[in-house]
Structures are given as C-alpha cells and as structure tokens.
C-alpha cells in the first residue's frame, strides 16, 4: 500500500479517537466525500455553465446548474434578486476575488481586526508590514471589539468608517462568538456609500438550519465557506445581488482562478441538499446549545469567556487570569485527545502563534451525537488538563525557548494524568462513533 494510503488510515483512527473541537472543522458525509473523489476530478471546464472553453461539459454544467439552485434555495434567495458563484477554490481566494470584482487598487477596506477574531483575509497587516494579499493591493483598515465587553460598539465602527471612508466594510467572525448585527453593518457602510460584504464563513450552517440571523437582506455580497458548519468539502459560495453579479463571476473567473474544481462543487451541491433537512435544522440549533453548555460549564469552573458566551458554535477562552499560554494548553489538550485551536484574544499581548486564548468549537462533537451532558463532561476535562499543567510562561530567550517548548512537547504525550484522561476521550468517542467509510 502506498504510504500516503497508510498515512490517511492513521489519520481517519485519529479523527475518529480524538474530539475534535476546532471550531473550522466538522466531519462531512459520506456522499460529499464520494462526489469529492469521483471521476469529476479529471475535468477541465473553464468558464460558465453553457459558456465554456473546453468541450465534454454537459454533466458538469448540470452539476453546477443544481449546485447553484440548490444554494439560492436553500437560503430562501429569489433568482431573480440574487446569484451565486459556486467555483471559488475556499475562503480566502473568494474575499480575494470580490475584492478585485469592487474595488480599484488603493480602495480602503475596514474589516475586523484579527485578534478580535477577525480573519486574514479580510487583509493583515500588522506593525507596519503588509502580510496578505489583500493588504498589498488595498488600503485595510481595522474595527475593534471593546476589550471590556469583548464585543463590537456598533456607534464606534459608524464613527471610524466616517472618518476612513472605505469603499467595502467587511465582517466575518473567525474567534468572535457574538451574532453579527448585520443590519447595523449594513447601514454603517451604505452612509459612506460602501459595499458591505457579510463573511458567514463560520455560521453558514447556523443560517441555514435557522439558529443564526440571516444577512442576506442587509448585505450586498455574502461569502461562506463549505467545509465548517455546512459540513460539505472544502470551498465556498458568493452571493450577490444581481447587479453586481457579473463582476463576482468574472472576477473568480478568470481574474483570479482558472479551471473550477468540478469535484468539490458537486461534493457542495450535496450538502447543500442535506442541509435542506428536518434533521440538519435540529443540528443547527443543539450545535449552538453544545456550544453555550460548555461555556456556561467552563465559566462554572473559573474560566473567562471572552464576550461573556456565545450565540454561535464557538467559545472564546481568555487563559490570562490562569497565566498559562494558550500554546501549553493546546499541547496538553491534544496528549489528552481533545485537539482544540490556540487562538488571541482582544487586546492579546502576545504573538498569535503563542497566543493568550484556547478557541473551541462544538460543530464536529454534534455531527457525532453529543449533547449538553457531554460537554460538560468534556469542560471537566479541559478543567483539569489546564490545572494539571499550571501556570507556564513563553522564555522570552530564543534558545531557552526553543528547549523548553520541545521538552514540554515530549513529556506531554508520556504524562500519566494526560494519558489517563485520553483513555476516557476515547471511551467518549466509542460511544458517540462516526462514520468515516
Ligand atoms: C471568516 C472566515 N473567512 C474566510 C476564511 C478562509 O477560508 P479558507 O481557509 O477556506 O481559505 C475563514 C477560515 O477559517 C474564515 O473563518
């Protein structure tokens, strides 16, 4: 057998032995993961549906046709109001191409900051040097959280966008557990005569299954990616309002992307049929439950959430009171077998690769059955993980670092206690079991 075969059976017992909190991932469905490595995969098929460059397309176009249908269905849009561009490869070329569809080079952008939980691309750039894309071509400019609150002061994003005058405001809540007030949004940018793009990225199965607020009415663009609460395979979608529809097609393609990856829109076109489900709306809503459960259970043990909890499938861990770096804790949770995310946290001193906070999330744990009673099984254990560890700080000394950070690594996977609570992650995980063929 190949190595790479082996190599993805380690990584399937993985999945399946360990929680997987990270609030980006989910497990997808059977049928998504045939689509995804079918026969579509050797197609080439530049252009549109009906509008393409290379011959032998009259599946893909149906495909795609449906793929489209079925999105604008389910998020209840009128075609004749809305379309949808379904060939974006993920998240961050999708931002990149309704950037280049809006703007002309030099525009300002405001978008969310990135420690308040915003994303990278939505353009980064930090001290003086500009890190994405995004932030070569546009001028970004950032909206903050209170660090108080942990949430948006709406009357301050109006202020700044007032005085910076962008051409596109930008929300999307990477580590932001808050609903988005999109109307607010909506109103700030339309003052300044800006486009307003909604990120749904995270909440787009939320929206779907009727536990988070639509944006649809308050946005003129609305981005999501696939693979998070939408539990298809990697990608995304681009709404827009049809006026400016042309300039998002053209945009994807050929401004920023070439061929489309037929595969992966079929591997959508599925999970957006399930996502039409009795059974997906009930999803929808004890995701957001698992979520708050564990934040109220967490606080009951002496965490702070940042913003208070959440309305969303994600939790905010503020780990400063507990004088442990977010980097410890990700290790030790993981030697344990839950494989949650390290994460800033508003107003963070530290670097984000050695970050301040843990960011959680319940999408995947709910795709597998648990409820309520579990997570605060599971909130128990994070308890003790992080006070079995203790108070641990980042050596400032690169060299002290670098020794101190390798050998905490390897006494980890070799701790008792870790180890003994990664049995009883295990004996969870048996009986909550997933399917992954
Ligand atoms: C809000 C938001 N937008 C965009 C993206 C980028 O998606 P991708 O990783 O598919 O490029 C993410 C990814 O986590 C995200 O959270």
Request: hydrophobic letters at 40%.
């Amino acid at each position: 057998m190949d190595k790479i075969l082996q190599i993805i059976k380690q990584e399937k017992k993985r999945q399946e032995e360990t929680l997987m909190m990270i609030p980006s991932e989910n497990y997808s469905y059977p049928e998504v993961r045939t689509a995804v490595g079918s026969v579509l995969m050797h197609k080439y098929s530049e252009g549109y549906p009906k509008k393409r460059y290379y011959q032998g397309n009259e599946f893909i176009d149906e495909i795609e046709q449906l793929c489209r249908s079925r999105a604008l269905e389910l998020f209840k849009l009128d075609s004749e109001k809305w379309s949808v561009n379904v060939q974006a490869l993920s998240g961050t070329p999708a931002n990149l191409a309704i950037m280049n569809a809006l703007l002309e080079p030099g525009d300002k952008i405001l978008s969310m900051f990135l420690y308040d939980g915003g994303h990278l691309s939505h353009g980064w750039s930090f001290k003086g040097k500009n890190i994405t894309l995004s932030s070569k071509i546009w001028n970004i400019n950032f909206y903050y959280v209170d660090p108080a609150t942990g949430r948006f002061g709406y009357a301050r994003i109006d202020e700044l966008a007032r005085k910076v005058r962008p051409k596109l405001v930008v929300s999307g809540g990477t580590a932001y557990a808050p609903e988005i007030d999109h109307r607010r949004l909506y109103a700030i940018a339309k003052k300044v005569g800006a486009y307003y793009l909604a990120d749904v990225s995270h909440e787009a199965g939320l929206i779907a299954g009727g536990a988070n607020r639509r944006p649809f009415e308050y946005a003129d663009v609305v981005m999501m990616t696939t693979h998070k609460t939408l539990r298809g395979p990697r990608g995304a979608l681009i709404f827009s309002r049809k006026e400016i529809a042309d300039k998002i097609d053209s945009s994807v393609f050929p401004g920023v992307q070439g061929g489309p990856h037929n595969h992966t829109i079929a591997g959508i076109a599925v999970a957006l049929e399930k996502a039409k489900s009795q059974e997906f709306k009930n999803y929808a809503h004890q995701t957001v439950a698992n979520a708050k459960a564990l934040a109220t259970e967490l606080k009951w043990k002496g965490f702070r959430i940042v913003s208070g909890s959440t309305e969303k499938h994600l939790v905010l861990v503020d780990l400063q009171s507990k004088k442990v770096s977010g980097w410890f804790v990700g290790w030790a949770l993981e030697a344990a077998g839950i494989i949650t995310n390290r994460s800033t946290v508003p107003a963070d001193s530290a670097t984000p690769y050695y970050p301040s906070g843990l960011r959680l999330g319940t999408p995947a744990l709910t795709t597998r059955g648990m409820k309520e009673e579990q997570m605060k099984t599971i909130a128990g254990w994070i308890a003790k993980v992080v006070e079995h560890i203790g108070a641990r700080t980042i050596p400032e000394d690169p060299e002290k670092r670098l020794k101190e950070l390798k050998a905490f690594k390897e006494e980890v996977f070799k701790d008792k206690f870790l180890l003994g609570i990664n049995k009883e992650v295990k004996a969870l995980c048996n009986k909550f079991p997933i399917d992954l063929g």
